[in-house]
């Protein structure tokens, strides 16, 4: 009793798959995908297996078709199960079962589907797929566009609770924490998708430090400066983004700038004082660093 999209973004090959439902915890039930694969939404009377077999087959070589027809042939209560697959090669294909309860249907378009039952209107994926076709962003964003759309358009006729998204890697590595690129659950909420939307732009944030992190390891400091600001910028909330910040400029030189951050951090929380004593302890910050940065939050009665 969901609606869903699973699509393969043509530009990066990234695959994903993004829910809500008025359901607990639909995280573990509809979004599967595996770097390399594809994605599998399985939902309707859900049917767990539709989503590991799914992959598996798709691992075996055979088309999102193939693998969709496999699935509904051994299950014999396919007619209430609702599934949709995309392959490496962005094929896509649907199923609605005929016992699946109305308003439910699915649509098919390039490199995605977007599938829904129990809708207060059968006008929900139609409204779905016109808003991931025409959101110009990446595939998290287009796919968040997806399901606000649906909700727009009347949504789950008993209303809302949970949400999830997943998106993996265009290829693997072998290493799935590398490949599970954005994983993001709302569990029970009252607004789910309001959730959502607001993880998915932290998330968004805490990536964007992160190449700061690779970009200072490389000894380009100015460069992670600049997407720790970027990062800022996307979620000016988190007060952790504040703090990591500041260090960095105060260790790169500006120490007026850095301190101004780690000021702002300090006022939410004092222990980020103790925290800069802590990654001093271990070198993570230059002890003269943090020594000048303390200096600063707490200034003798001469200097001041």
């Known amino acids: 009793m969901t609606y869903s999209i699973v699509a393969r973004d043509k530009k990066t090959g990234e695959f994903g798959v993004a829910v809500q439902s008025h359901y607990f915890q639909v995280s573990p039930a509809v979004p599967w995908a595996l770097a390399g694969v594809g994605a599998v939404a399985t939902q309707s009377h859900v049917n767990l297996s539709y989503g590991p077999l799914g992959l598996e087959l798709l691992q075996a070589g055979y088309s999102a ?94 209303g809302k609770q949970s949400a999830a998204m997943l998106v993996v890697a265009a290829a693997g590595t072998g290493r799935s924490w590398d490949d599970r690129i954005i994983d993001l659950r709302v569990e029970d909420a009252a607004e789910p998708l309001l959730e959502l939307r607001r993880l998915l732009r932290i998330k968004r944030a805490y990536m964007m430090a992160g190449v700061a992190d690779d970009l200072e390891e490389k000894g380009d400091v100015d460069g992670a400066i600049a997407k720790l600001q970027e990062a800022l910028a996307i979620a000016p909330e988190m007060v952790e983004l504040r703090f990591m910040a500041g260090v960095t400029m105060a260790s790169a030189g500006d120490l007026d700038g850095g301190c101004a951050l780690v000021a702002e951090a300090v006022r939410k929380n004092a222990r980020w004082v103790e925290m800069l004593h802590r990654l001093a302890t271990v070198d993570l910050v230059r002890p003269e660093v943090a020594s000048a940065i303390e200096a600063r939050l707490n200034p003798s009665p001469a200097s001041k």
Not at 74 to 93: F, K, L, T, W
Not at 127 to 145: C, H, V
Request: hydrophobic letters at 45%; proline letters at 3%.
């Open 65 to 158: 078709e193939q693998a969709l027809k496999a699935l509904t042939a051994g299950d014999p209560r396919a007619e209430v199960r609702q599934c949709a697959i995309v392959d490496a090669a962005g094929n896509v294909a649907a199923h609605t079962g005929r016992k699946c309860i109305p308003a439910a249907g699915h649509i098919v378009g390039d490199g995605f589907s977007c599938q829904a039952n129990l809708m207060e209107k059968a006008t929900v994926w139609g409204a779905m797929a016109e808003a991931f076709t025409s959101t110009d962003a990446p595939l998290a964003e287009r796919m968040m566009a997806a399901l606000e759309a649906a909700e727009a358009e009347g949504g789950d006729i008993r």
